[in-house]
């Protein structure tokens, strides 16, 4: 047996796995632990082997039927006694008898279904409240086993009984969840714990109910040729989690990795790991004094605002799944903390998950081009991301996706309901080849157990409209490839850039709490002088001729007119187009200045850093390369309309025309039923040759 030896208890503690000295100590045992189809591998190597599982199984057959009908029966006598309570008018005389019922048999269903029930117990939109209080019980406050086991498997797996380990630890366990239950113990060195061990047979258990999902899983993949999710793969995902979640030294090191990519919000804590007072079975962390987030009147009696908690969670589930790829998979109420202090305490690091980068960036490109309602480019976002295969007809796929999300927007990204999306998508999934990736199934686990906490404290909060802040902030600040073009799909659309939605970025941005002022002044400044930002620069230089060129007209019309008055020429005034035919219009000098605002407004605004960004773009080349293009715009729009004006000129002579205006009918022979007054006042484009 594999055990770590406990080091001199005044030793600094270690900060990773690796630090601790691992050596085979023989202890006896007195409870003879079944790791069923793992048991001839060392807890270093476990991994989710689902051939090993499937062939371990399927040599006893006699385990799966028992199991079988263990499940089937109890299920079936439940739903069988709702509906005679419905028949008979007694469903809300029977609820509270009910809800306990269904919390005993998920209990004895074991861990697998344990989970089920965690995960109804954070849906008040799905689950009446009477259920809810039941099955929320299942997050830690399950059954104990017995003290024995628990410290014989501390001895075995640390080396010595646990009162020659730790100075305290409670006679009994403060709390019991799906896998494992917890102590309260103390160090020799004075610091206060949690002590999690793990439930015996555990694995057996475990693996028998994956081989029976998964093998449920093939023969529905075989039978039911409308499913075209891969279901097996689904399985085999969420397996994997739970597996890792069975092995404590992996908790441990997710972690370790959990706290270095977010332990740095200032209102997020994560606990420390004591390396040498952990193994496979047993998990010795950090005490962490709080009150699950489901306690609402506790936490408010702490005058803490456990809304605002909630939106912290929000934007830490954010970085989790668009910034860093590791995520949190299980966040029910169990494992989120309100401390006295007004964090958020995060807790169970055993079923984590991973999301490729591409992953990462294709999901936000999909909210960018469900915020502009490119349905059709949204289709090509679910190719991306697996959702649908490259070769799959989009034709009927994307008016589909835009009744759906139509109705389910709103009138705005705020009202977004995650819930309603996921429910009107299931519909569009099911009659379309969408194939559902198993990294999805995940998310989905996630952001819906941590809306359901939201909904529990606040019914109107919006989960989606608390995260585009967010998306917000990455768009102006992320230098990434992927996200430059998306931030390019949501400012520009037929050519005209759209000043309402920087307006509307910036003011979101200004509201997710890690922005930083400095670094979208500086990122925004590399952008906009580096290769990717060209397309700006020609906005921005087009935008600016043709401005100038039509105040230098408007300028020039005035002063003609004003010597024609002056000398008795007339009193015809031309009045000056911009390059589309009509006036430049004063709305984008108006959104300029309300950006500017929304700046001013910014946490970490202040004027004096505007200097050196002034003077590097100034010093740019790509600026003066910008002045350039402009006095060159300047200059062709100048030059077209005097050899313009000199051939219209020619023209009228050589018809006998001598009008002043040398814009007279554009060229073409008058209208002979308009006078030339008429002819006159009509105006071509400042362009048109």
């Known amino acids: 047996m594999t055990s770590t030896k406990t080091p001199p208890l005044n030793q600094d503690t270690p900060d990773t796995l690796e630090e601790i000295h691992v050596q085979p100590r023989v202890i006896p045992k007195k409870h003879k632990e079944d790791l069923g189809p793992v048991s001839d591998l060392s ?12 062939e371990y199984y399927g040599q006893r057959k006699w385990l799966v039927f028992t199991r079988m009908v263990a499940i089937i029966f109890p299920l079936l006598s439940f739903f069988l006694a709702l509906l005679w309570d419905s028949f008979r008018g007694k ?13 005993e048999l998920l209990t004895r269903l074991g861990p697998a279904y344990i989970k089920i029930g965690q995960a109804l117990s954070t849906r008040p939109d799905l689950v009446p409240p009477t259920y809810l209080n039941e099955l929320s019980q299942l997050q830690d406050q399950l059954p104990p086993f017995d003290n024995e086991i628990a410290y014989q498997f501390i001895e075995e797996e640390l080396g010595a009984p646990p009162l020659e380990i730790y100075q305290e630890i409670s006679p009994n366990p403060i709390a019991a969840a799906s896998l494992g239950q917890v102590y309260r113990g103390r160090l020799k060195t004075g610091e206060e714990v949690a002590i999690k061990v793990q439930r015996p047979d555990l694995v057996r258990r475990i693996t028998l109910d994956i081989y029976i999902m998964r093998s449920l899983a093939i023969w529905a993949k075989g039978y039911f040729k409308r499913i075209r999710s891969d279901l097996v793969a689904i399985v085999d995902e969420l397996a994997s989690r739970i597996f890792e979640e069975m092995n404590y030294l992996q908790e441990g090191e997710n972690a370790v990795r959990f706290k270095k990519l977010y332990g740095h919000l200032p209102e997020i804590y994560v606990p420390k790991i004591y390396w040498e007072y952990t193994g496979r079975r047993v998990l010795t962390m950090e005490w962490i004094e709080g009150i699950k987030l489901t306690k609402i009147k506790e936490i408010q009696a702490r005058g803490i605002d456990a809304t605002h908690l909630v ?18 998979a299980d966040p029910h109420p169990g494992n989120l903390l309100a401390m006295p202090d007004g964090k958020l305490a995060y807790l169970d690091f055993g079923m984590m998950s991973t999301i490729e980068p591409y992953q990462r960036y294709g999901l936000i490109q999909a909210i960018v081009h469900l915020v502009n309602r490119d349905f059709e480019a949204l289709a090509q976002d679910y190719v991306k991301l697996g959702f649908l295969s490259p070769d799959t007809d989009l034709t009927p796929i994307v008016p589909a996706l835009a009744n759906v999300f139509n ?50 404290i606040d019914p109107n909060f919006k989960v989606l409209s608390k995260a585009y802040p967010y998306v917000a902030k990455r768009l102006l600040t992320d230098p990434a490839p992927e996200l430059r073009d998306s931030l390019r799909d949501l400012l520009f659309k037929d050519g005209r850039f759209r000043w309402n939605r920087l307006e509307n970025l910036l003011r979101n941005a200004k509201d997710s709490p890690d922005y930083d002022f400095d670094k979208v002044i500086t990122q925004g400044l590399d952008f906009l002088l580096s290769d990717r930002g060209e397309f700006i620069r020609e906005f921005l230089a087009d935008e600016i001729v043709n ?20 000398f008795g020429f007339g009193n015809n005034h031309y009045q000056p187009v911009a390059e589309n035919g009509q006036k430049p219009s004063p709305t984008s000098w108006q959104h300029i200045s309300n950006i500017i605002q929304t700046l001013q407004q910014t946490k970490g605004y202040d004027p004096l850093k505007l200097i050196p960004v002034v003077t590097t773009i100034l010093q740019s080349k790509e600026t003066h390369k910008l002045g350039q293009r402009i006095a060159e715009g300047l200059a062709e729009k100048a030059t077209v309309r005097l050899i313009r004006a ?8 050589n018809r006998g025309h001598h009008l002043a205006n040398p814009h007279y009918n554009n060229g073409r022979s008058p209208n002979p039923e308009k006078t030339p ?13």
């Open 547 to 566: 401005y100038l060129d039509y105040i230098g007209q408007q300028a020039w019309s005035n002063l003609t007119h004003a010597l024609r008055q002056t």
């Open 43 to 54: 807890p270093e190597s476990w991994r989710y082997h689902p051939e090993k599982i499937m």
């Open 91 to 103: 469903t809300k005389q029977n609820e509270a008898k009910r809800a306990v019922q269904l919390r």
């Open 407 to 456: 109705n389910a927007l709103g009138a705005s990204v705020a009202e977004l309901n995650f819930k309603k999306i996921t429910d009107e998508m299931s519909a569009i999934m099911y009659e379309f080849p969408f194939r559902v990736p198993a990294y999805y199934a995940l998310i989905i686990r996630s952001l819906v157990t941590l809306e359901g906490i939201a909904i529990n």
């Open 311 to 328: 939106e912290v969670g929000v934007q830490c589930s954010l970085q989790q799944l668009l910034e860093h790829g590791f995520f949190h």
């Open 646 to 653: 000199l051939l219209l000129t020619n023209n009228s002579n």
């Open 677 to 689: 007054q008429q002819e006159n006042n009509k105006i071509p484009h400042p362009t048109e040759k």
